[in-house]
């Protein structure tokens, strides 16, 4: 039973209507000298309060381009020039500068990728914090204090009360990253986009801030967009995940069912990948080719010059094909049992 | 206080050593005072006794050797011209110097940075590459010719401001100010202009590359990402970051405003140290000479030294790796 959505990243329109962020044929362009990068091509995928969306696709593919279109932070030369998305009934392409601002860090929180990147490195850590507070509510300053300091001891940094009059560079990267996902938790959002938190942080901190946020969020039924590269990250914490690949999903659905049947052969090849996954002596299947130039994409299927599976069919474009929420952009979809 | 500061203290003492030694062989070779100083009607016993009574018999290290001598008693020499001490002399028309020298600094930082701030947000406009080329023109054109033509225009041809002198001034702790009456404010603005118009454009240019480079960091879109205003993003999370330069420039250049004050001292007859340095080496009086040079270099490296120090308490970066 298979059926061509067109636009819908194949979440029934049933859970569309339970949403807080809806985003529709999303597309993020930027104007180069070299040509037009279609950096988000035709994006869509629903997101419940509470629920944990893993986005995953190698370098380039327009995760990061995707959740900064969302808060609507894309700079010049690029431009969201179609679709819509619609944050709790709010429709955000249309919004005004000041009602995007009164979401940020409000509703909608970000964490970036770089912590030694993200803080003021001339501003104290109470500054960063508190002015985050006092951008939405009329707080007198030692109360804004209070709740940074609380903060800083949700995600596990000793001390707070001191680390507050601290500078960024007397924090290590993990803990600077604490700090970021201390300040995103501040006003209690309804959505986190989380922008590859851990991949500058070593392994067992990157394990620590993951579980630490999966807790916090859980407790507050705040919905995440938690961006990857890395599948395995993703699959120990999303509820759904959706795979890019040059600027489109090509497979989304529920963790299990795309990591244990997998139908994209993109997918196929990242869980190939990745090494917990393979039998002992067996070598890694590493996704052969070179990342896409999203200038020169091949006709058809974006994917058709790297895939395995490629035939004439490949040769058009394919569309979304969806059974029970499991969706992928695919012709010949690996099999169930492959 | 400090074990860095200690060992710049000492850095700075030892090149204002050195200074003295380059100075003092330098004027040296300008030429000799007795030429001037000796009424040329005057016989080989009257020019022996002049060159006697002001210490050129001797030879030129032992010249230094008690220049050296009295100037750690505070002596710098007496003024061949004015036969008082030369450090007398200087001070009385140091704060004459100071107030134009400050003055400048002022505009300078009330124009400077808010028209570089403008030229650094809005890169393309009209007004930006207008404010830019107008700080070409401040950095290129000579400060006397400016200073001319300000002189035509506002005092010859307007007539709005006068055109030299400092105006009616006020007493405040035995020290004469032009800038706290109406008359010698407006004795003030011209000077005060034209020799801020290079540093004015020196804020403007610092400023905007500040402002270039700042924007496009990680932490800015962290900060709107947060929800903050543009104007709180512009003027703590920007400003905070681009003052460190300017500030150590600002400082560093309040030296060279003092120095650079002989020109527009000179055309708007401001009775400064400046014009007084340009009257003694017309007349060669070479202590005048050195103790202004050993004035302006010990400034110089006060200056250094005051920067740095404002520097770590800016920059709590530096603090940390200075182990302050
Ligand atoms: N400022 C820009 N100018 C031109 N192209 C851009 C710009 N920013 C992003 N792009 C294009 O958008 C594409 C997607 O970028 P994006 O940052 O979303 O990738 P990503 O999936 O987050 O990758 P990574 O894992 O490296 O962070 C890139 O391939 C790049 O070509
Ligand atoms: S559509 Fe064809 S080329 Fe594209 S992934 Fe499927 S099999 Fe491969
Ligand atoms: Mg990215």
Known sequence: MTAVLEQTAGVAASSRRGAILSVRDLKTYFATPAGEVKAVDGLSFDLRAGQVLGLVGESGSGKSVTGFSIVRLIEPPGRIVGGEISFKGQELTGASLEEMRRLRGRHIAMIFQDPMMTLNPVLRIDTQMIEAIQAHERVPIAEARARARDALGKVGIPSPEERLKAYPHQFSGGMRQRVAIATALLNQPDLIIADEPTTALDVTIQAQILAEVQKLTRDTNTAVIWISHDLSVVSGMADEVAVMYAGRIVEAGPVAEVINAPRHPYTAGLIGSLPSRNRRGERLRQIHGMTPNLLDLPEGCAFRTRCDHADEACRREPGLFARHGHVHRCFHPCREDA | MPFWFIKRLFGALLIVFAMTIIVFVGVSVIGNPADILVPPDADQVERLRIVTALGLDQPLWKQYLSFIGNALHGDLGTSFVFGEPALKVILQRMPATFELAFSALILAILFGIPLGLYAGLRPHGLLSRSIMAGSILGFSLPTFWVGLMMIMLFAVQLGWLPSGGRGETVDVLGV????????????????????????????????????REVMPQEYIKFARAKGLTERRIISVHVLKNILIPIITVIGLEFGSLIAFAVVTETIFAWPGMGKLIIDSINSLDRPMIVAYLVIIVIFFTTINLIVDFLYTVLDPRVRLESGG
């Open chain 2, 176 to 211: 004469r100010w032009s800038f706290l009456t109406a008359d010698g404010l407006r004795h003030l603005i011209l000077p005060a202009l034209n020799l801020a118009l290079f540093k004015i454009s020196l804020v403007i240019r610092l400023t905007r590359a500040g402002v």
